[in-house]
Nanobody
Framework: QVQLVESGGGLVQAGGSLRLTCVAS????????MNWYRQAPGKERELVAA???????FYADSVKGRFTVSRDNAKNSMYLQMNSLKPEDTASYYC???????????????????WGKGTLVTVSS
């Protein structure tokens, strides 16, 4: 299993910046992809950014050019640098990790995914 803890959320004015951090523990060697999701009250959870163990990244169109996702495998951490924040970015941001099968490494997972509890980002105008 994997435990995920997010931090870095808070209140910021439009145009400002925040950096979110997700620290993973447990079977971190089994993690293939780490993701950032966000969810506003009454809305569906959406994928914001993703990064693989090899460094390939994905961004939602709504944040492309403003957000940057990165990871430090040695520290079992993932980061989301958020610049030029807009009020519509207001949401709870969740860290997510995808685990996979790798018998040689002792990973016995079948596409399992784990979630953190979230950190709240509020952008005022």
């Amino acid at each position: 299993q994997v435990q995920l803890v997010e931090s870095g959320g808070g209140l910021v004015q439009a145009g400002g910046s925040l950096r979110l951090t997700c620290v993973a523990s447990g079977d971190t060697i089994c993690i293939v992809t780490m993701n950032w999701y966000r969810q506003a009250p009454g809305k569906e959870r959406e994928l914001v950014a993703a990064i693989t163990s090899g460094g390939s990244t994905f961004y939602a169109d709504s944040v492309k050019g403003r957000f940057t996702v990165s990871r430090d495998n040695a520290k079992n951490s993932m980061y989301l640098q958020m610049n030029s924040l807009k009020p519509e970015d207001t949401a709870s941001y969740y860290c997510n990790a995808d685990l996979t099968m790798n018998v040689d490494a002792g990973c016995l997972y079948y596409g399992e995914t784990y979630w953190g509890k979230g950190t709240l980002v509020t952008v005022s105008s």
